[in-house]
């Protein structure tokens, strides 16, 4: 089985558009061994 399909998948919520919460977000999957981890899912609303 494939290494990716086993992560978990993980739904993150953006908050106040206007605030920090995407730029917080977007950081931390800069790092590539939180992908390893798990598959984000964010999500956002206008």
């Known amino acids: ?3 990716k ?3 978990i998948i993980v ?3 953006v908050g106040d558009l206007n605030g920090i919460g ?3 977000i977007l950081k931390t999957f ?3 061994r939180m ?3 798990c ?3 964010i ?3 206008r």
């Open 30 to 32: 800069e790092d590539s």
């Open 39 to 41: 598959t984000p899912v």
């Open 5 to 7: 399909a086993e992560n």
């Open 22 to 24: 995407s730029e917080v």
């Open 43 to 45: 999500f956002a609303k």
């Open 1 to 3: 089985m494939n290494k």
């Open 35 to 37: 992908l390893e981890l």
């Open 11 to 13: 739904g993150i919520s």
